[in-house]
């Protein structure tokens, strides 16, 4: 459900630059695009360069997302959400950062494991429910693991400068990196004794906790602990530094190491509570109602609530028939269409504050109309619930030739890994970088590796347009851009994937060769100023230029200087 939700919400950010990012009039045409891949990767993105084909592979991931949400064919959700994903980061790979790396990751893994075998769709329409354990172990499920906790142990590894230890101060860089830091951060590096401390805590944290992570002493409480500290760390992370929804994927992976008598207990004290001397009853001609009485127990945490045949009860079974609507019964009395659900709500442990605005009239009306128009079309129902919601078992367990594909993909990802650490002498043959980059498995978690960046950029773009009029080309306004310096400079950028791409941009103008990135994002601009201030004069020449700090060691003040990194002509 966590992992449906994070790609829900990733893709209602990315769309906000469908158009810019993704499609042949923005950042990155195809023909561009193209040159930035390997040979062994793929992009169905990159069939058509049109918004609306990419609003339609948008909504078939967003549907994908959704199933995931709701458990509904949830391994099949999960590979379909798995390919798209990959896909859609192959069609513009200047745009992305650790966490679309860890979010591909997780996909992969989670597509070789029972996710759909609690509190789900398919749970609800398990037949052999009682059958299923409550718990799972394979070599797919280690490789998860694993995966997770080789984010930090190598992170920290490759965390080789002595800013990082023995001296204390990289938390004091990372914080300065103006175009990365929030207010909070700028306020709070005021305090340099205690950016020292979190050095040296998130420096160890990373290269200790995994290890404990999986040790067999003290399992049961030091385990709890570390996902506690992991979890506060990268909270702190989306408090200082403007990182997208990095924090949010990491928080997610960390709660999968979250012990099983956890999630017992939890389910202990819903099923306690949610005791009301219930029972549902559903005509037992009707298999769709049946379905739909299990869907719902499942989603409202009643799964021990009794669902019976009203036929089998000599005073239910007549209520039935004439009033052709299920009955929930709770030693009070027998309730009918709405009532029913309201009912059961109010008896649901996580739900029940919904249960007293449901019983609204306004609620109950369209309730009731909703309940009579699925009574009135069972047949056509029935037949949908038998193609879209059949009864079916979920496989829990992990063959044998499964577990020796596990186990070659976690060699895979631990080779990689080692082949980062620059004392380790792993030369990776080019079969397995392609195969790579096929499946998306790439490990390299340099996150302030060997050390924070040292500069901070933001951009400066003055043009004119063809009748002489200087005009702030990044921020669309006629007038000449301000070359003050912002109070939170991080604000300047629309997102953390422009960015991201910015940020390489300004990069790549210290390399030799031809500036793409540069040429392309002018191309771009000249169209965007085409489209958007189609009112005003055509936009003429303009050059762009960030505007760049130094970090200086604690105590001394931050140089500025500009860095011009191309002229244009939207004429030439």
Not at 271 to 292: E, G, H, M
Not at 419 to 443: D, E, H, K, N
């Amino acid at each position: 459900m966590m992992l449906g939700l994070y790609l829900i919400a990733d893709q209602i950010r990315r769309i906000r630059d469908l158009s810019a990012h993704y499609t042949d009039f923005g950042i990155m045409p195809r023909s561009v695009a193209i040159d930035f891949l390997s040979t062994s990767s793929f992009s169905i993105h990159l069939t058509n360069g049109t918004a609306a084909f990419q609003a339609v592979l948008f909504a078939i991931a967003g549907a994908a997302a959704f199933a995931m949400v709701l458990g509904w064919r949830t391994r099949l959700a999960t590979f379909v959400s798995w390919f798209l994903l990959l896909s859609l980061q192959n069609r513009n790979t200047l745009i992305l950062s650790g966490e679309d790396n860890l979010a591909l990751l997780l996909l992969f893994w989670a597509m070789f494991l029972p996710l759909g075998a609690r509190y789900s769709v398919d749970a609800a329409l398990n037949p052999s429910d009682a059958s299923v354990r409550n718990s799972h172990a394979s070599v797919w499920s280690a490789a998860l693991l694993i995966q997770g906790m080789s984010m930090y142990f190598f992170s920290a590894l490759l965390k080789s400068d002595p800013i990082w230890f023995p001296e204390g101060t990289a938390v004091y860089y990372a914080l300065n990196l103006d175009y990365f830091a929030t207010p909070f951060a700028i306020w709070f590096r005021q305090f340099e004794s205690l950016l020292q401390a979190l050095t040296y805590y998130v420096w160890s944290l990373e290269l200790i906790g995994p290890i404990l992570m999986f040790t067999p002493v003290f399992q049961r409480f030091l385990r709890p602990m570390l996902i506690v500290c992991f979890v506060t760390m990268h909270i702190g992370f989306s408090m200082c530094l403007e990182i997208g929804l990095f924090p949010v994927i990491s928080i997610i992976m960390n709660l999968t190491f979250l012990p099983g008598w956890i999630w017992d207990r939890i389910e202990h004290q819903m099923a306690s509570a949610s005791k009301r001397n219930l029972t549902i009853w559903y005509d037992r001609d009707c298999q769709f109602c049946v379905k739909l009485c299990r869907i719902i127990t499942t989603v409202l945490f009643l799964r021990s609530v009794p669902i019976q045949p009203a036929q089998k009860d000599p005073k239910i079974g007549p209520l039935l028939e004439t009033t052709n609507s299920w009955v929930v019964t709770n030693g009070e009395g027998s309730h009918l269409r709405w009532a029913a659900m309201c009912t059961l709500v109010a008896a649901s442990p996580v739900f029940r504050p919904l249960a007293s605005p449901l019983r609204w009239r306004t609620f109950s009306r369209y309730g009731d109309a909703v309940y009579r128009l699925i009574a009135e079309n069972r047949p056509v129902l029935a037949g949908l619930s038998d193609a879209l919601l059949p009864f079916r078992k979920v496989r829990l367990r992990t063959s044998g030739p499964s577990n020796l594909l596990g186990a070659a993909a976690l060699g895979f990802i631990t080779v990689q890994n080692l082949a980062t650490l620059p004392t380790s002498g792993v030369q990776l043959p080019a079969y397995f970088t392609a195969t790579r980059q096929a499946l998306g498995l790439y490990q390299n978690w340099t996150m302030f590796a060997p050390y924070p960046e040292l500069r901070s950029p933001w951009p400066f773009i003055r043009g004119e347009l063809v009748d002489g009029t200087v005009v702030d080309v990044y921020n669309l306004r006629l007038g000449a851009p301000s070359d003050e310096r912002p109070a939170v400079v991080s604000s300047v950028y629309a997102n953390d994937r422009w960015r991201k791409f910015l940020s390489n941009l300004e990069d790549q103008s210290y390399e030799q060769g031809p500036h793409r990135l540069s040429l392309n994002y002018a191309r771009y601009l000249c169209r965007l100023w085409s489209r958007e201030m189609s009112n005003e004069p055509q936009l003429a020449t303009f050059a762009i230029a960030f505007i760049v700090e130094d970090t200086p060691p604690p105590g001394e003040l931050k140089p500025q200087w500009v860095n011009t990194v191309w002229h244009h002509n939207c004429f030439g």
